[in-house]
């Protein structure tokens, strides 16, 4: 059974930093592109950010939202098949649920119907 788990997430003033973590079981995700998404209340669920491994050039791949360019940081662990998501300089904008997301794309993508796998969400309250 896939599983994707996040924590992480909590209340934290405007300008403070978050780590969020996604641990995954029930697979490797090695050549998946790992997804980071956000849904504020009343509004839609959106892209935050992404990040992909090549195997061939041995490199990570990352894309992110323009409004979290700057500030925050995605990475992964592949041996641990667990991603992260350091958020920094928060800001009262940034208060949602955050949700890992899996998809089987060679390339990050920031459609959420291209990602199979998804997580229960941590809120993450951001306090001015």
Request: net charge positive; charged share 20%.
């Amino acid at each position: 059974q896939v599983q994707l788990v996040e924590s992480g997430g909590g209340l934290v003033q405007a300008g403070g930093s978050l780590r969020l973590s996604c641990a995954a079981s029930g697979r490797t995700f090695t050549n998946y592109v790992m997804g980071w998404f956000r849904q504020a209340p009343g509004k839609e669920r959106e892209f935050v950010s992404g990040i992909s491994w090549n195997g061939r050039l041995r490199t990570y791949f990352a894309d992110y939202a323009d409004s979290v360019k700057g500030r925050f940081t995605i990475s992964r662990d592949n041996a641990k098949n667990t991603v992260y998501l350091q958020m920094n300089s928060l800001k009262v904008e940034d208060t949602a649920v955050y949700y890992c997301a899996a998809g089987p794309a060679t390339i990050i993508t920031r459609d959420l119907h291209e990602y199979d796998y998804w997580g229960q969400g941590t809120q993450v309250t951001v306090s001015s």
